[in-house]
């Protein structure tokens, strides 16, 4: 069974910048596409970033393209979610997943994906 681990949400000014992290115990972390799904309040999941097992192909939502960067260290077993000029509609609990298929493209839809986290706030004011 993997654990996930998601530090790095919290409160943070609008045009700021903030760091998710989401560590991955319990299994061959090199073998597992990561992706970043976020659900603002009322709002369903969605997806916002994904990389490969392989870590050659990444995949980012159209409103934070340009935005945000996921890149994973498999010597941490780590995923990360950078974002940057944040607004107030980036407002949502962030949650990290890990699909275990080693596809040779991102997933995207949520039942890809067998193991998430519990999820991060992150609360963007103006």
């Known amino acids: 069974q993997l654990q996930r681990v998601e530090p790095g949400g919290g409160l943070v000014q609008a045009g700021g910048s903030l760091r998710l992290s989401c560590t991955v115990s319990?299994?061959?972390?090199?073998?597992?596409?990561m992706g970043w799904f976020r659900q603002a309040p009322g709002k369903e999941l969605a997806f916002v970033a994904g990389?490969?097992?392989?870590?050659?192909?990444?995949l980012y939502t159209q409103s934070l393209k340009g935005r945000c960067t996921i890149s994973r260290d498999n010597s941490r077993n780590t995923v990360y979610l950078q974002l940057n000029s944040l607004t107030g509609e980036d407002t949502a609990n962030y949650f990290c997943?890990?699909?275990?298929?080693?596809?040779?493209?991102?997933?995207?839809?949520?039942?890809?994906?067998?193991?998430w986290g519990q999820g991060t706030q992150v609360t963007v004011s103006s």
């Open positions: 997943a890990a699909d275990d298929m080693r596809r040779g493209f991102v997933a995207t839809a949520t039942a890809m994906y067998a193991y």
């Open positions: 319990g299994g061959t972390f090199s073998r597992l596409g």
């Open positions: 990389v490969t097992w392989t870590g050659f192909s990444t």
